[in-house]
């Protein structure tokens, strides 16, 4: 297993420091408070990560670690074509692989944002929904103050 990047010092204390270099690890807000060992993970994870100084740590850390290896986007895309080109001459030496092919198509699908789900709503008429919300709302309030005097 590789070890993750070495976060260097900064205006992070020792548990912001293990959170970034465990967050460039695992990718996972809640897991890296965790392993740096914060009380509350669920909590403190995505609080952690919206501060400016460990997001911007956490962002030096990936593009060092896309240096390293000498990956970007480009090089990622390009080997997902080449794949796809390796794999679909059934003709070939290599044979026919259907499955890493469709697999590639998918990634690069997902990374073109081509299969987002996306609802189409249609409203005829004359619709103030801002009204129709702050009738509802005012109709909750008075509800909640009816309740309250019959409960008291």
Do not use: W
Request: proline share 5%; with cysteine.
């Amino acid at each position: 297993m590789s070890r993750p990047p070495r976060v260097p010092r900064s205006d992070l204390n020792e548990r912001q420091q293990a959170y970034v270099q465990h967050f460039l690890t695992c990718k996972n807000r809640t897991e890296a408070a965790r392993r740096a060992g914060y009380a509350k993970p669920e909590a403190c994870g995505t609080r952690l990560y919206q501060n400016p100084k460990i997001f911007a740590a956490i962002t030096a850390g990936m593009a060092r670690v896309a240096d390293e290896v000498q990956v970007d986007q480009r090089y990622v895309l390009q080997k997902l074509i080449e794949q796809i080109d390796y794999n679909s001459d059934p003709t070939g030496d290599h044979g026919y692989r259907p499955s890493v092919v469709l697999k590639a198509l998918e990634l690069l699908g997902r990374h073109l944002a081509m299969f987002t789900d996306r609802a189409e709503v249609t409203m005829t008429g004359d619709v103030d929904i801002v009204s129709r919300l702050t009738a509802a709302r005012d109709a909750m309030a008075r509800y909640k103050r009816e309740h309250d005097k019959e409960i008291h």
